[in-house]
């Protein structure tokens, strides 16, 4: 799959990820990308509703003609149309990518999977050695993104591209790892 990170230039440096041979891109930064280097799209994938992972969408919906997906529980603040995104498989020209449920950092995150080449589209669910998605946003919520990260492990992940940092190889030992950092969060708060 041919993959290319486009990094915002603003504070945030989040990442969107382009896949030219599929039009498809996945989070649009916080507006401060060089959209003009994406020159085919169909498909916009939003993991979440976050301003750093969705302020590309109005510039490159209108330049291109695609279809925006987010997940219905982060639309409430928009300012896009879009089409709502639920656990379902999308199929976009020859890619086929499963839209997983991940309520936590946001009640509306989602990541894609992709299952040939076992790779995950994280936004800001999970990142790598452990570290995991703030919790101390409106909305969020650690217990959800416990179910979550659970529920990510079942999936067979050799590589995860999350909505900030680089792409890391081992996937499904940094999602055990972001278990256990929950799991000591946790403990943590029962004794204090
Ligand atoms: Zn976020
Ligand atoms: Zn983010």
Same mark, same amino acid.
């Given at each position: ?19 030219? !041979? ?26 979440? #509703? ?24 982060? #639309? ?40 040939? !080449? ?20 409106? #909305? ?28 890391? !190889? ?23």
């Amino acid at each position: 799959m041919h993959i290319v990170q486009l990094k915002d230039r603003s504070a945030y440096r989040s990442n969107a990820y382009y896949l030219p !041979d599929d039009r498809v891109i996945i989070d649009t930064g916080a507006g401060h990308i060089d959209y003009s280097r994406i020159t085919a799209l169909n498909s916009i994938l939003l993991t979440h #509703g976050h301003p750093d992972h969705i302020g590309g969408v109005a510039a490159l919906s209108h330049t291109h003609n695609s279809t925006v997906y987010l997940h219905a529980a982060d #639309g409430e603040h928009v300012t896009f149309s879009y089409t709502p995104a639920w656990e379902q498989t999308l199929h976009c020209n020859g890619l086929t990518l499963h839209v997983l449920h991940t309520p936590g950092h946001s009640p509306g995150s989602v990541c894609f999977y992709e299952p040939s !080449d076992k790779l995950l589209f994280a936004g800001d669910t999970v990142f790598g050695y452990g570290i995991v998605g703030r919790c101390d946003l409106p #909305g969020s919520s650690i217990q959800q993104l416990r179910t979550s990260l659970q529920k990510l492990s079942q999936y067979d992940i050799h590589w995860i591209y999350s909505g900030h940092g680089r792409p890391l !190889d081992n996937g499904n030992w940094h999602i055990q790892q972001a278990i256990q950092t929950i799991q000591s969060e946790a403990e943590d708060g029962l004794r204090t």
